[in-house]
Each structure stands twice: as C-alpha cells, then as structure tokens.
C-alpha cells in the first residue's frame, strides 16, 4: 500500500489535531466484497439484543494468528487476521509503527431505520497522566463496507475533543455497558445536534482512523439498507513519548511515574483540560 508523502503528511498531522483521519485503504474490489459476504454470514448467525439498538450489532472475533488476551473465548476466524494485517504499512507510514492489536474485530452493523449512536469516547484511563499525550496511544481503525451519508448513518466527530474538554464531557452518560445501553433517545446531551460536530461521510474501502479519546457518534439511518462498518483497537505499550517525537510534551508525562498502575476509568477528569 503506497501513500502519497503530502497524503501522509495530512492525514498525520489531522490524527494529532482533530482526533481522526481518513486514508485510502488499498482495498481490491474482490477483497471488499468478500469482507461483506463474510460480516453478512455473521450478522445472519447471530441474535440481536436490544443492548445493540444504537450501535447496530456488536459481534466481537478474535484472529487465528492475533489473538485476544483479554478474551481468550472469542471464536476464531482467519479474516479478522485480515484486517488486523492488511494495515501494517498505512500505520507505519503514519509513524505509528508502535501500535499493536488487541487481537479482536467488531462488526458493527446499523440496519435501516437503525436509531443514532450516541456521542461517547472510549479511552478508559483518565486517571493516567498519559491521558494529556499530544499523540495518540489507542486508535481506532474502522472499515466502512458501503458508501456513508448522513442519510445512511454516517459517523459523527467533534474534532479536538481527545484534548479539550468541552460541555459534552461533563453531561454525557458513560457509554454501553456503562448505561448508554438504557439510555433514552430523547437524551438532549447524548444526542445533541453540537455546533462543533462534523460528519465523516466516507466511500466504501476507506480506511478511518480514531483516537479513542475523541467524542463520536453517528447520524441514524434512515434507509433501508444495512450499513456496516468492520472496527479495531489498536494499542501503544510505551507510556513515552513515540519514537521521533518532535513536539512538547506535557510535564505530568515527563514526571509520570512508571509504575503507574493501571486502572480503567472512562470517565474525564483532570487531565482533560
């Protein structure tokens, strides 16, 4: 997969300004077709909870080859190698070479006359000074296996959220399992019409990539049609300053103590200013 070194500096430099980016993603026409023949045979297999109205469906797979730590009872299949695979060289032209996956893939699929996804983030340290990091440490990389509008349910993103906090941030309930399944869509924070709000309407095949910080959701669809989106995370191991970094970096980084433990929380606190 070739990038353009002006493609590669753009969508870098929109990744740390705004909190995503969107690439090309190299994808064959025959390699897309067969990546939605395969989340079909998957939608078709399983059950649909209510849990799932807002995000669509929520089937989590593990690789073969890459699997999951944390869930080590996920079923298997070699086309979630795919797509963890598939993006090595776009990540490491964006000089995220660093990255690793958590070994999963989410097919996430928002069927016609599917309500809104809520505005969320999903990073889950916010006790962690590392949470001030001018660069990413968990992103998101999400391919889109139609065409995106806001008619069909596009994302949503308010760009510079991952390092600004904003009246969104202190009204928004927690998102899935932490009670964004029960909330009611009539909520006026969780699906606000914010000024600041982009659409990210994309084509099929292209790649979107997301700081887990960064507040997103997504337009209802209102078609008939299914759309499907297939998503990642991947992740930084180093706490530091990547490789290369030119830029400042925060004092509370510099002075973080290594041993830090490790503690999930995903609601912002003080290290969203």
Partial sequence: ?????????????????????????????????????????WLGSMTHPDRWRYQG???HLMGERNVSRRSPNLPKDCIVDELIEHPKAIMDALQMDDFKSGGTYQIISKPGQAPALYWHQDWGRWDDPVSLSPWPQQVFLNWYLTDTTRENGCLRVIPGSH???????????????????????????MFMDHP???????????????????????WPNETGERRTVLLGWFYRRDNEAPAGWDRAIPQEIADRDPETPMVFNREPGGYLR
């Fill in 1 to 41: 997969m070739h990038l353009s070194a002006d493609v590669v500096k753009a969508a870098r430099e929109q990744l740390l300004t705004d909190g995503f980016c969107v690439v090309d993603g190299g994808l064959s026409e025959g390699r897309i077709d067969a990546w939605r023949e395969w989340s079909d045979r």
């Fill in 196 to 218: 600041a709000a982009i659409d990210v309407a994309v084509k099929t095949g292209q790649l979107v990539i997301g700081d887990a910080r960064v507040l997103h959701g997504t």
């Fill in 163 to 189: 390092l600004k906090r904003i009246d969104l941030h202190d009204n928004l309930v927690a998102p899935h399992e932490g009670g964004g399944y029960e909330v009611e869509e009539t909520n006026e924070w």
């Fill in 57 to 59: 469906s929520d089937i």
